[in-house]
């Protein structure tokens, strides 16, 4: 599923027109991210929960060339899923 994708399903589901189903899937968006930065927790009962780890400099190679790089620290935003998103993705189609 793509953004627009999501943005169809939402006007469609919603009835409301494209453009404010665009709007408010940004703010959406726009909110986890504002949150993640800020080192915040989500959580979406039921779905799951974003959360931002720290990842440490390291060495790594160059593929090409064999050559060692420094890959340097970096926050990464991950997704764990919910004990019912897990559920539901697991049932088995009777």
């Given at each position: 599923m793509t953004k627009a994708?999501?943005?169809e399903r939402?006007?469609?589901e919603a009835e409301?027109?494209?453009k404010d189903a665009e709007q408010l899937v940004e703010i959406i968006f726009?909110?986890?991210?504002?949150s993640l930065n800020r080192g915040e927790k989500i959580?979406?009962?039921?779905f799951g929960s974003f959360r931002v780890r720290e990842?440490?400099?390291r060495q790594g190679r160059n593929p090409k060339t064999?050559?060692?790089?420094?890959?340097?620290?970096k926050r990464v935003a991950y997704f764990k899923p919910g004990k019912e998103?897990?559920?539901l993705i697991n049932l088995e189609e009777a």
């Open positions: 994708d999501l943005v939402v006007a469609v409301m027109t494209k726009d909110s986890i991210t504002a959580e979406l009962r039921g990842r440490n400099s064999g050559a060692t790089v420094e890959i340097p620290a998103l897990k559920e």
